[in-house]
């Protein structure tokens, strides 16, 4: 296929972060989606050597807690597929992830030396792309996946009383406001690796924030924890007076409010 300059391909659309991006596209005035065939296997040479000269956004990935799928597995998405994607694309932008560090020495910038504690972030960090003209971003994201945060939280007993984590410092962002960053990087001339920030908050104050706006029958207590610092700072990345580039969390629990009214009726 030939790739026009505003052609876009997401992978990973099955998922949180790549529908969100998805949507990203589908609203831009310049880039436009283009699908990949049903069963397309990110693993499978043949398969990746179709999308030889586009653009892409790597959103696709086996996470923690899958544990239906081998570490096999996890280790060919995570680690092997980014650096055959990166082999034909024309600009890749991967997602990885603040798991690459065990969160003992935070916040991190780009230059300091990895440490994943498991199996997952060792498979992210070596399927990280370091080299031109790609760009892997690390970051972490909220939003209403089939795991996580916010599922846990909507599958609560109604009046329950639930624990958040006072000494876990973490700086991620709403999947929405990931979505478009991820976007703008497209025709951006950075390269090697990013990290995104956000707002600075630890996990019992997001919980807290969270069960507030969509599930104000809990009640979140703070629990003692050991120190976790997971906050992604970056050395690389300014943004300068681009627009939507600036946000809180009062704005992004706004759009997650908005999002789970307009779709509650949802089996979440």
Not at 38 to 62: E, Y
Not at 184 to 191: A, F, G, N, Q, S
Not at 225 to 253: H, Q
């Amino acid at each position: 296929m030939n790739y026009q300059n505003n052609d876009v391909v997401v992978l990973g659309c099955e998922g949180m972060l790549g529908r969100a991006v998805d949507k990203v596209i589908e609203a831009s005035d310049y880039y436009q989606s283009i699908p990949y065939e049903l069963g397309f296997d990110i693993t499978n040479v043949t398969d990746v050597s179709r999308l030889t000269g586009a653009k892409i956004i790597n959103c696709a990935g086996i996470v923690r807690g899958r544990y239906d799928v081998s570490a096999k597995r996890m280790g060919e998405v995570n680690a092997l597929a980014p650096h055959m994607i990166a082999a034909v694309a024309k600009r890749l932008i991967h997602v990885s992830t603040d798991c690459v560090f065990d969160g003992s020495k935070g916040p991190y910038v780009e230059s300091d030396e990895p440490t994943p504690s498991d199996h997952y972030g060792m498979s992210k960090l070596i399927g990280e792309i370091d080299y031109a003209p790609h760009l892997t971003v690390r970051t972490s994201f909220v939003g209403f996946g089939q795991r996580g945060l916010l599922r846990w939280l909507l599958t609560q007993e109604h009046g329950a009383t639930v624990s958040g984590f006072r000494r876990w410092l973490w700086n991620g962002l709403y999947v929405d406001t990931v979505a478009r960053h991820l976007v703008r990087l497209l025709d951006d001339p950075i390269t090697d690796i990013v990290h995104i920030e956000g707002p600075l908050i630890s996990k019992y104050e997001l919980l807290d924030m969270l069960a507030t706006t969509i599930r104000p029958d809990l009640t979140v207590s703070p629990s003692v924890s050991s120190d976790k610092n997971m906050v992604l700072k970056s050395e690389r990345l300014v943004w300068g007076d681009a627009p939507d580039t600036t946000f809180s969390w009062t704005t992004m629990i706004e759009e997650i409010k908005d999002y789970y009214e307009a779709n509650e009726k949802l089996p979440w």
